[in-house]
């Protein structure tokens, strides 16, 4: 029993009058265990933590109200005691894992008894809170159609503004050990419902419908809105509490999951178990989903640049090889024409070798390009030429037997490529000064390549355009992945971001490579763009941007429009264009076609800038 609860009291002092009296002998504990006679409720499993009392041990006869049954995936059923306590901070539901489809129904009284254990979702390595359950359960059914517990409502009034607390220094950062404080927190509001029923009304739709049969909502309106409807990630401090997941209970064969895309509406009530899972935390479980009502959204067109502006695009296609349908080409080449009006200079992040991810030591893109620039002739475009180095095989990331690079793609009626010895995968370029003027050595060439920054990472490409008889240099970046990062709602607050690590040391190498430029130049025409993998915010920007060498050009958008990317709900930036000091004026655009569609054609916005050399 738990000390803080309220039955724990009432028998602690039970027990101290029964030995000042003589009626009990023996020690308190013995005392105590035998007045303790109370069957175990689920409050008393949950705890007031996010750490079950009761972890490691068995129990008997837990009473509840079935509120869901799961028949796929992590298999079981979750049950609520409808006698709640008076304690806020303790859940009363809780996830009964059965392995095998459960053979009870919502509204059926049981009686569990088994084993109380935390699963934690993707493993301790991930970082995840862990959830609470109930394993390898005798199940006895008292009886069946009981009224379900009245399920707790999630609103804009009851989720607090707090994210979370801070993790316990003494404890690695880790917060499973505090107590909770649901009126205070937001993620201890949301544990203390964990395993029970509950509803949200009518809510913005955040996060697209995505393969899982997943999509994201917020409960709070007014929260850090951006322009088109979603939420608005900007800053290690903007979390946006009132996000949530929203999956179902029905199979997807009995019942088709909504398509939504953001700025919809989840109408009516959606109700069901509050689970956890490692796809993004807290996640409402739907017994009854709301109807999708649709928005207005639809894909963006940028302004085509004037004859005097360079306009200069980076677009992450997301692992294009010519084994993709041709309906991917299509989409992705009327994108480049008709959203991005055909920019000068593309740089494509993520373009596959010749047989994708087959690994059979293949590098060469050139049936990959070849595919895309003919379907972007063929959607009215430029006859687009190219520029890139191939990667030593499987040394740069991504997919195996993939071979992910950066390239440049050039409308030659508008701006020349000027090469330069090309460099090879190993070759790093420098710069050189010709007639007062910074120049490339390598061009293509590749950015310090034996820099252990860029292990198992893609290169930057650095390329020497000539625009009106103006020079501009470009570097393509795709710097490291946050995979292995741990998500916000981890039990580590701040959770812990490792990968920036490697982003901060590319950052670094990629600052100084501009800097060499402009020490040879200071009015040098100078873009780094790409999939920078990292928030406008972060510490791997403001490396970039080190002596005012470059500046992160997105910052000039209005907040409501700064982000490339959406991710659990969290509509944020990925992608960027830095200009160097010389370019004084610009006009730019995230532009949104695929990160808050449910039907995308990359899950990245290209961003374009536009200006006069």
Same mark, same amino acid.
Request: charged share 20%; net charge negative.
């Given at each position: 029993?738990?000390?803080?609860?309220?039955?724990?009291?009432?028998?602690?002092?039970?027990?101290?009058?029964?030995?000042?009296?003589?009626?009990?002998?023996?020690?308190?504990?013995?005392?105590?265990?035998?007045?303790?006679?109370?069957?175990?409720? $689920?409050?008393?499993? /949950?705890?007031?933590?996010? $750490?079950?009392?009761?972890?490691?041990? /068995?129990?008997?006869?837990?009473?509840?109200?079935?509120?869901?049954?799961?028949?796929?995936?992590?298999?079981?059923?979750?049950?609520?005691?409808?006698?709640?306590?008076?304690?806020?901070?303790?859940?009363?539901?809780?996830?009964?894992?059965?392995?095998?489809?459960?053979?009870?129904?919502?509204?059926?009284?049981?009686?569990?008894?088994?084993?109380?254990?935390?699963?934690?979702?993707?493993?301790?390595? !991930?970082?995840?809170?862990?959830?609470?359950?109930?394993?390898?359960?005798?199940?006895?059914?008292?009886?069946?159609?009981?009224?379900?517990? @009245?399920?707790?409502?999630?609103?804009?009034?009851?989720?607090? %503004?707090?994210?979370?607390?801070?993790?316990?220094?003494?404890?690695?950062?880790?917060?499973?050990?505090?107590?909770?404080?649901?009126?205070?927190?937001?993620?201890?509001?949301? #544990?203390?419902? @964990?395993?029970?029923?509950?509803? $949200?009304?009518?809510?913005?739709?955040?996060?697209?419908?995505?393969?899982?049969?997943?999509?994201?909502?917020?409960?709070?309106?007014?929260?850090?809105?951006?322009?088109?409807?979603?939420?608005?990630?900007?800053?290690?401090?903007?979390?946006?509490?009132?996000?949530?997941?929203?999956?179902?209970?029905?199979?997807?064969? /009995?019942?088709?999951?909504?398509?939504?895309?953001?700025?919809?509406?989840?109408?009516?009530?959606? #109700?069901?178990?509050?689970?956890?899972?490692?796809?993004?935390?807290?996640?409402?479980?739907?017994?009854?989903?709301?109807?999708?009502?649709?928005?207005? *959204?639809?894909? #963006?067109?940028?302004?085509?640049?004037?004859? =005097?502006?360079? %306009?200069?695009?980076?677009?992450?296609?997301?692992?294009?090889?010519?084994?993709?349908?041709? @309906?991917?080409?299509?989409?992705?080449?009327?994108?480049?024409?008709?959203?991005?009006?055909?920019?000068?200079?593309?740089?494509?992040?993520?373009?596959?070798?010749?047989?994708?991810?087959?690994?059979?030591?293949?590098?060469?893109?050139?049936?990959?390009?070849?595919?895309?620039?003919?379907?972007?002739?063929?959607?009215?475009?430029?006859?687009? /030429?190219?520029?890139?180095?191939?990667?030593?095989?499987?040394?740069?990331?991504? @997919?195996?037997?993939?071979?992910?690079?950066?390239?440049?793609?050039?409308?030659?009626?508008?701006?020349?490529?000027?090469?330069?010895?090309?460099?090879?995968?190993?070759? %790093?370029?420098?710069?050189?000064?010709?007639?007062?003027?910074?120049?490339?050595?390598?061009?293509?060439?590749?950015?310090?390549?034996?820099?252990?920054?860029?292990?198992?990472?893609?290169?930057?490409? %650095?390329?020497?355009?000539?625009?009106?008889?103006?020079?501009?240099?470009?570097?393509?970046?795709?710097?490291?992945?946050?995979?292995?990062?741990? =998500? *916000?709602?981890?039990?580590?607050?701040?959770?812990?971001?490792?990968?920036?690590?490697?982003?901060?040391?590319?950052?670094?190498?990629?600052?100084?490579?501009?800097?060499?430029?402009?020490?040879?130049?200071?009015?040098?025409?100078?873009?780094?763009?790409?999939? $920078?993998?990292?928030?406008?915010?972060?510490?791997?920007?403001?490396?970039?941007?080190?002596?005012?060498?470059?500046?992160?050009?997105?910052?000039?958008?209005?907040?409501?429009?700064?982000?490339?990317?959406?991710?659990?709900?969290?509509?944020?930036?990925? &992608?960027?264009?830095?200009?160097?000091?010389?370019?004084?004026?610009?006009?730019?655009?995230?532009?949104?076609?695929?990160?808050?569609?449910?039907?995308?054609? !990359? &899950?990245?916005?290209?961003?374009?800038?536009?200006?006069?050399?």
């Amino acid at each position: 029993m738990r000390s803080s609860h309220p039955r724990s009291a009432a028998v602690s002092a039970l027990v101290a009058t029964a030995l000042a009296t003589g009626l009990l002998a023996g020690t308190a504990d013995a005392a105590e265990g035998a007045v303790s006679a109370d069957p175990i409720r $689920i409050h008393d499993i /949950q705890g007031t933590t996010r $750490i079950s009392p009761l972890n490691g041990k /068995q129990v008997a006869d837990v009473a509840g109200i079935v509120t869901g049954v799961r028949t796929y995936g992590s298999r079981g059923f979750w049950m609520q005691d409808p006698e709640a306590d008076d304690n806020d901070a303790t859940s009363e539901g809780v996830f009964v894992f059965t392995s095998s489809v459960p053979t009870v129904t919502v509204g059926d009284a049981v009686k569990v008894s088994g084993l109380v254990g935390e699963y934690i979702p993707g493993g301790v390595s !991930s970082g995840n809170q862990s959830v609470t359950q109930i394993s390898k359960p005798a199940v006895t059914v008292v009886s069946s159609g009981n009224a379900l517990p @009245e399920a707790a409502a999630i609103n804009e009034y009851n989720v607090p %503004a707090e994210y979370a607390p801070a993790g316990d220094p003494a404890a690695a950062g880790s917060i499973n050990g505090l107590t909770l404080d649901p009126s205070r927190y937001a993620l201890d509001f949301y #544990e203390s419902l @964990e395993g029970m029923n509950v509803k $949200i009304g009518t809510s913005r739709v955040v996060g697209a419908t995505d393969p899982h049969a997943e999509l994201w909502v917020t409960v709070k309106g007014w929260e850090n809105t951006a322009k088109r409807g979603g939420t608005i990630y900007g800053s290690y401090e903007s979390q946006n509490t009132g996000r949530l997941q929203v999956q179902q209970l029905a199979p997807l064969a /009995q019942q088709p999951f909504p398509v939504a895309n953001v700025g919809d509406k989840l109408t009516g009530t959606t #109700e069901g178990p509050l689970d956890f899972n490692q796809f993004g935390g807290y996640t409402l479980v739907a017994r009854t989903l709301g109807t999708v009502t649709a928005g207005t *959204l639809a894909p #963006e067109r940028t302004k085509a640049q004037s004859p =005097g502006e360079l %306009a200069v695009a980076t677009y992450n296609v997301e692992n294009l090889d010519p084994s993709d349908p041709q @309906e991917k080409f299509d989409n992705l080449a009327k994108a480049v024409v008709e959203n991005l009006a055909s920019p000068d200079i593309v740089a494509l992040e993520e373009i596959q070798d010749d047989n994708g991810a087959k690994n059979d030591g293949t590098v060469s893109a050139e049936a990959t390009l070849t595919k895309f620039t003919a379907a972007i002739a063929a959607a009215g475009g430029p006859a687009y /030429q190219w520029r890139t180095i191939n990667p030593e095989n499987n040394k740069d990331g991504g @997919e195996p037997g993939g071979n992910i690079r950066q390239v440049f793609l050039f409308n030659p009626a508008r701006v020349s490529f000027t090469d330069r010895a090309a460099g090879d995968a190993l070759t %790093a370029t420098g710069v050189s000064k010709e007639n007062g003027k910074a120049a490339l050595t390598h061009s293509p060439g590749r950015i310090d390549p034996a820099n252990p920054a860029w292990a198992d990472s893609r290169k930057p490409l %650095a390329g020497e355009f000539v625009f009106r008889g103006r020079t501009v240099f470009v570097i393509a970046n795709h710097f490291g992945s946050k995979g292995g990062d741990e =998500g *916000l709602t981890s039990h580590h607050q701040p959770p812990v971001r490792k990968s920036e690590e490697k982003r901060l040391l590319q950052a670094q190498a990629v600052n100084a490579f501009v800097k060499e430029i402009l020490a040879a130049d200071k009015n040098a025409n100078v873009l780094a763009l790409g999939d $920078i993998n990292d928030f406008e915010f972060s510490g791997t920007a403001k490396a970039l941007e080190d002596g005012g060498a470059l500046y992160a050009a997105v910052k000039s958008l209005p907040k409501a429009e700064r982000y490339s990317y959406v991710f659990q709900g969290n509509a944020q930036v990925l &992608d960027q264009i830095l200009t160097s000091p010389a370019i004084k004026s610009f006009t730019y655009d995230s532009v949104h076609i695929n990160a808050e569609f449910a039907a995308q054609n !990359s &899950d990245h916005d290209p961003q374009v800038l536009r200006f006069r050399p």
